[in-house]
């Protein structure tokens, strides 16, 4: 049976410090707010804005939802986001993607000023991520899925990692955090020939895919640790990761649940870097 490796604790570790910051904020006149900017109502947007809300509650940071219809023009969608960028009190903006087809997201993505891309989303805070320089914050899944390897002391440097998924949301910057901590990282898709020979000889197995339970119980080994970062929703409303858990867990050494996961480690990545910006503004 797998060690369950269960985002709450890592985000009750994270947790106490940042209500300090935030109170220390507060006394100097700085209440931290989030921007959540919805199109639709696509049900793991949803479900992700729910936790969102509930985390920052706890924390303390404040939470503006911007919900736009399905069919947003893309100039009001870029208006909405210029006005975050000039309203003061608004520290950080979580954009969900991906937007619909119809519209540009690249352009709607740089609309935002990198202070308050506190997802990662625009060219240069994702440059920081594939340069090292440090520069905008990383995308919250992405630095969550660390978080829990390093909370629980599973070793990444001379890992051999397969990310499963190739989106610039999770995939891509995951594989080159990975990279920086000096993994071994393969970056696999649904595309990707024999992708059971490729899992079942990695160490590390990142499901991000977007694919519910496409990683089977035939496609892992012993010993392995796999972080599912995949919410699918279910033809009967429950949600699912990309692993299909019941299969999969007895065979591995650690195993992250959907839910009760990664997600509740991103949204709290997401206060911390809201947190950051706030304390930024007392720099300037």
Known sequence: ??????????????????????VH???????????????????????????????????GVRVIVHALPHDVDQDILKQEIEQINDDDSVHGCLLFRP??????????????CAKKDVDGISSASMAGVFTGTGEGFAPCTAEATLAILKHNQIPIKGARAAVIGRSLVIGKPVAMMLLAEHATVTICHTRTVDLPAVTRESDLIIACAGKAEMIRGDMVAP???????GVNETEDGKFVGDVAFEEVEPLVANITPVPRGVGSVTATVLMQHVIEAAEQTLEL
């Open 1 to 22: 049976m797998a060690n369950i490796l269960l985002g709450k604790d890592v985000a009750d570790q994270m947790l106490v410090k940042l209500i300090e910051r935030v």
């Open 223 to 229: 010993g392995q640790t796999i972080i599912d970062v």
């Open 99 to 112: 937007l619909p087809a119809y519209l540009d997201e690249a352009e709607i993505c740089d609309t935002l």
């Open 25 to 59: 904020l507060r006394e100097r006149g700085v209440e931290p707010t989030l921007a959540i900017v919805r199109v639709g109502e696509r049900s793991g947007d949803v479900y992700y804005e729910r936790g969102a809300q509930k985390r920052a509650e706890k924390i």
